[in-house]
């Protein structure tokens, strides 16, 4: 009997068709992980790599650099505002005994109360100087070194953003010492800048995480491994600092730091396994080709169309950086002036308690969000939680207050763990360095330009109100929520195109 040109034999012809042309998706899409159905998200695994103890040794050394960095940064605000207080002071026949109550009080016409804001102004404008003279070569640098990771391995980068910290810290400490011009530590800031200030140390801490974690639950637990470890470093070291500076001065400060720096570099290259292996790495080696893959993220799109992801989530990791890496100078300068007049050790002890309520109740609450909520309603969360904060730090009046508006923003950071994770998730792991560059020169200019903002800011409005910046900055957290907003409907949108897509056109072969 004939079959051909049958109803039956047409349906069968009709079946093979589409199975095979599910064969050929299933050929051309990794497995998904984690039963997540977004396009493109968390489709990528890791290198596979059968991690021991030594391989978290990366959080210490993580640690051990943000406590020596932010230990002297504090420091250097410090004693740039006691540099030019000591200078004023001398101008306008003072003795610097018993000066701060009088500025405590409040009197506009008391000459205290003149001499210490014209000081504070100026001490807020070199911070200004001090950002540039960083800033504009580590953005430079931080495109340049951070685009090597992927092609000389971690360990490479993360032994230069050390030893450039641990010269600027030399530097200021020889200047301090010698009792020199301002002009030396701002050619310390610029020799830190040319090997990428801290961000080379941030962003390959994070491709090292993504290196030996898979993607879902796990890359955001090793994301939020070494957001941890950076808070308890920051909070180590506003407490300690106060204390070295009242016990032995700002010249032993930046040298005890720059000896840390020193014990933590032979511990990253004796004991720290490399990640990257041989056969992972780039095999084009030219600076422009490795710029290229860090660009192409944002301006090339693909099939899973994840251009306009990469962008939105990029644009918003920086607004929301503008707000929180101002945070640092600005609000010292701001606990130091009335009417708080707050020591340098009570700046430290309040810095640390806000670090560890945020890091135990802040980041400690991922777990219990990612139950019921995903990551962008998340980074909702601690957008929010910045943002309040923010505002009501610009009319704050009172210590208790302060302390107060520490519940307030306590889930800030979850907003920029999140903004990491969904990057990560989105890159397959031989672009993870490349992508972390990317985030890590935005994160190297926007600081500059929050740096220089804020603190141009402030100068300007420090006689007649010191909170306007805080209301500034809280801004940036509010246009990053209505993002956010948009981030969510699209990808929804989004996914639910592609989940109601129709299959492919099938040509029915009907034999003559």
């Given at each position: 009997?004939?079959?051909?040109?049958?109803?039956?034999?047409?349906?069968?012809?009709?079946?093979?068709?589409?199975?095979?042309?599910?064969?050929?998706?299933?050929?051309?899409?990794?497995?998904?992980q984690?039963?997540?159905?977004d396009s493109?998200?968390?489709?990528?695994?890791?290198?596979?790599?059968k991690?021991?103890?030594?391989?978290?040794?990366?959080?210490?050394?993580?640690?051990?650099?943000?406590?020596?960095?932010?230990?002297?940064?504090?420091?250097?605000?410090?004693?740039?505002?006691?540099?030019?207080?000591?200078?004023?002071?001398?101008?306008?026949?003072?003795?610097?005994?018993?000066?701060t109550?009088?500025f405590?009080?409040?009197?506009?016409?008391?000459?205290?109360?003149?001499?210490?804001?014209?000081?504070?102004?100026?001490?807020s404008?070199?911070?200004?100087?001090?950002?540039v003279?960083?800033?504009v070569?580590?953005?430079?640098?931080?495109?340049?070194?951070?685009?090597?990771?992927?092609?000389?391995?971690?360990?490479?980068?993360?032994?230069?953003?050390?030893?450039?910290?641990?010269?600027?810290?030399?530097?200021a400490?020889?200047?301090?010492?010698?009792?020199?011009?301002?002009?030396?530590?701002?050619?310390?800031?610029?020799?830190?800048?040319?090997?990428?200030?801290?961000?080379?140390?941030?962003?390959?801490?994070?491709a090292?995480?993504?290196?030996?974690?898979?993607?879902?639950?796990?890359?955001?637990?090793?994301?939020?491994?070494?957001?941890?470890?950076?808070?308890?470093?920051l909070?180590a070291?506003?407490?300690?600092?106060?204390y070295?500076?009242?016990?032995k001065?700002?010249m032993?400060?930046?040298?005890?730091?720059?000896?840390?720096?020193?014990?933590?570099l032979?511990?990253?290259?004796?004991?720290?396994?490399?990640?990257?292996?041989?056969?992972?790495?780039?095999?084009?080696k030219?600076?422009?080709?490795?710029?290229?893959?860090?660009?192409?993220?944002?301006?090339?799109?693909?099939?899973?169309?994840?251009?306009?992801?990469?962008?939105?989530?990029?644009?918003?990791?920086?607004?929301?950086?503008?707000?929180?890496?101002?945070?640092l100078?600005?609000?010292?300068?701001?606990?130091?002036?009335?009417?708080?007049?707050?020591?340098?050790?009570?700046?430290?002890?309040?810095?640390?308690?806000?670090?560890?309520?945020?890091?135990?109740?802040?980041?400690?609450?991922?777990?219990?969000?990612?139950?019921?909520?995903d990551e962008?309603?998340?980074?909702?969360?601690?957008?929010?939680?910045?943002?309040?904060?923010?505002?009501?730090?610009?009319?704050?009046?009172?210590?208790?207050?302060?302390?107060?508006?520490?519940?307030?923003?306590?889930?800030?950071?979850?907003s920029?763990?999140?903004?990491?994770?969904?990057?990560?998730?989105?890159?397959?792991?031989?672009k993870?360095?490349?992508?972390?560059?990317?985030?890590?020169?935005?994160?190297?200019?926007?600081?500059l330009?929050?740096?220089?903002?804020?603190?141009?800011?402030?100068?300007?409005?420090?006689?007649?109100?010191r909170?306007?910046?805080?209301?500034?900055?809280?801004?940036?957290?509010?246009?990053?929520?209505v993002?956010?907003?948009?981030?969510?409907?699209?990808?929804?949108?989004?996914?639910?195109?592609?989940?109601?897509?129709?299959?492919?056109?099938?040509?029915?072969?009907?034999?003559?």
């Open positions: 009997m004939e079959e051909n040109g049958s109803p039956f034999t047409d349906n069968i012809t009709t079946r093979r068709k589409h199975r095979e042309a599910d064969d050929e998706n299933k050929a051309l899409l990794p497995d998904k984690d039963n997540d159905d493109g998200y968390r489709k990528f695994r890791g290198l596979d790599i991690t021991t103890w030594l391989h978290w040794l990366i959080g210490p050394i993580v640690f051990a650099y943000m406590f020596a960095m932010l230990c002297s940064y504090y420091a250097l605000v410090e004693y740039t505002n006691q540099y030019f207080m000591k200078s004023e002071y001398k101008k306008a026949n003072l003795s610097l005994d018993n000066t109550d009088a405590c009080k409040v009197d506009k016409d008391n000459i205290v109360y003149q001499t210490e804001a014209k000081a504070t102004s100026q001490a404008t070199w911070n200004v100087y001090y950002s003279a960083s800033g070569p580590a953005v430079i640098s931080n495109m340049v070194l951070g685009s090597y990771t992927d092609a000389f391995g971690r360990k490479f980068l993360l032994a230069v953003g050390i030893i450039g910290t641990c010269l600027r810290l030399s530097i400490a020889v200047t301090i010492y010698l009792e020199a011009d301002l002009i030396y530590i701002l050619i310390a800031c610029f020799v830190e800048g040319c090997t990428g200030q801290y961000a080379t140390t941030l962003q390959v801490s994070l090292y995480i993504a290196d030996i974690t898979k993607p879902g639950r796990a890359r955001i637990l090793g994301i939020i491994f070494i957001e941890f470890v950076i808070g308890v470093g909070s070291a506003s407490l300690a600092e106060g070295m500076v009242e016990w001065g700002y032993f400060t930046f040298a005890s730091m720059a000896g840390v720096l020193i014990l933590t032979i511990l990253m290259i004796c004991f720290l396994p490399e990640t990257l292996s041989k056969e992972h790495r780039h095999r084009n030219s600076c422009i080709g490795l710029l290229k893959i860090s660009i192409s993220f944002f301006v090339d799109n693909d099939s899973e169309n994840r251009r306009w992801k990469y962008q939105l989530v990029l644009l918003i990791h920086a607004l929301c950086n503008i707000s929180f890496l101002s945070r100078p600005t609000e010292t300068l701001y606990q130091l002036a009335s009417p708080f007049c707050w020591s340098p050790t009570k700046i430290g002890i309040y810095a640390a308690i806000r670090t560890l309520v945020i890091m135990f109740v802040g980041l400690g609450s991922v777990h219990i969000f990612s139950l019921f909520i962008i309603w998340i980074c909702m969360i601690g957008t929010a939680s910045y943002a309040a904060a923010f505002f009501w730090t610009a009319f704050v009046n009172s210590d208790l207050v302060y302390y107060i508006i520490i519940a307030v923003g306590c889930f800030g950071p979850l920029t763990t999140m903004q990491r994770s969904i990057l990560s998730h989105l890159t397959p792991p031989e993870q360095g490349a992508i972390f560059s990317a985030v890590g020169t935005l994160e190297v200019v926007t600081s330009l929050a740096n220089v903002m804020t603190s141009w800011i402030y100068a300007a409005t420090v006689t007649y109100m909170g306007l910046v805080f209301l500034t900055v809280g801004g940036f957290d509010g246009i990053c929520i993002l956010l907003i948009v981030l969510k409907i699209g990808w929804e949108v989004e996914k639910r195109r592609n989940k109601y897509k129709k299959l492919p056109q099938v040509e029915i072969i009907v034999p003559e």
